[in-house]
């Protein structure tokens, strides 16, 4: 408790009970305060999220659209596939692009505390793991090796 000397001359003259009140009112004052700063909080958090839930709603839609429209085009004109496929041995790396980018994202727990503090900070563990799932496939298509024809 703070020493009498540092008080204002009003509390050095009230009695202890009108202290006490007078502490119990300054706290019921600071709950409200700190009562209205949280629902302030929850009400501007909410609205954000309302006000952005579209876009993610709306970039999904356009990709389904997207990857649709150029499944479409990619199929015109094109004869019926062969009814059975023969199985062909892998001639590229794409099988092992995509292994390892499961592997990768399996072993993002235990890597996640290496990666710089900036990326950890602006960027989620289940974003990283999503991207490298899908991100590894890809890698490996890019870096596919062309069928040389063979000669007879």
Known sequence: MPDAR????????LTLDEQIALAEMQVIARDARIRRRADLLVRRVKHEAIK??????LLGLVTVGLAWWLN?????GEPAPPAA???TPH????HLFRDAGITLAGLLPMLWPMLPRA???TVTPGTVSTVLTFL???LGRLFRRRREPQSS
């Open 6 to 13: 540092h008080l204002p001359v009003k509390l050095e003259e």
């Open 85 to 87: 496929a023969q199985e």
């Open 136 to 138: 590894a496939p890809l």
């Open 119 to 121: 990326w950890r900070r």
């Open 52 to 57: 952005h839930a579209g876009g993610g709603a």
């Open 72 to 76: 479409r085009q990619g199929r015109r």
């Open 91 to 94: 001639t590229s790396f794409e």
